[in-house]
């Protein structure tokens, strides 16, 4: 059985100042950390600089971040992955020890989590999807504009833009499954 975390112990507590959509630039950078902060605006560096100061537990092999900043349309999802997914391996009995995530979402919508522990029997990534797509579970949005934590158990979902605007995600992750090569579209 997989059981999956809900999110709300994992609000690190740390908020970004809010910024108006209009000052977000457009595109993505991924990559190592120095290599995305060279990339970024002030206010990302902000953001990046006060996920770099979280200390994690464990030392994993690979820590990369991901800057993306999309002009959305009214009914386009928030994130690249449709539907309810985890991050970096298709189903958690994936490769190698668990993920740690830092996000930050600003301006536009929020990543939605579970609102509560979830048990599932295991199956692929489509059924698990499928499942959820038909069965939706109670969620809870990210806060905006703050750092949140979570790790390969936690589910979550880009919401869905309810107007056209400009959103800003920021996600640091350690991890021993992959590792990005820099790149960037700015």
């Not at 059981?3 to 595109?27: K, N, Y």
């Not at 953001?47 to 537990?57: E, K, N, P, Q, V």
């Not at 919401?159 to 640091?172: G, Q």
Request: glycine residues 8%.
């Amino acid at each position: 059985m997989w059981t999956f975390d809900a999110l709300s112990p994992h609000d690190l507590g740390l908020s970004i100042p809010r910024l108006p959509s209009d000052e977000l630039v457009p595109g993505e950078v991924q990559g190592s950390l120095d290599f995305v902060r060279d990339h970024a605006t002030a206010y990302e560096r902000r953001a990046l600089d006060s996920m770099a100061s979280i200390r994690f537990t464990d030392h994993r092999l690979h820590t990369h971040v991901k800057l993306r900043c999309v002009d959305l349309i009214a009914g386009q999802t928030t994130c690249g992955v449709p539907g309810w997914h985890i991050d970096c391996v298709a189903t958690p009995d994936g490769p190698g020890r668990p993920e740690a995530h830092v996000l930050m979402v600003a301006g536009g919508y929020p990543t939605e989590f579970l609102a509560r522990p979830l048990l599932m029997v295991p199956g692929d990534a489509g059924w698990m999807r499928g499942l959820l797509a038909t069965h939706p579970p109670d969620s809870v949005a990210a806060p905006l504009s703050r750092l949140v934590w979570y790790g390969r158990m936690h589910l979550h979902r880009g919401s869905v833009a309810a107007a056209p605007t400009r959103r800003l995600l920021i996600r640091m992750t350690r991890t021993d499954v992959m590792d990005l090569p820099n790149r960037s579209n700015r």
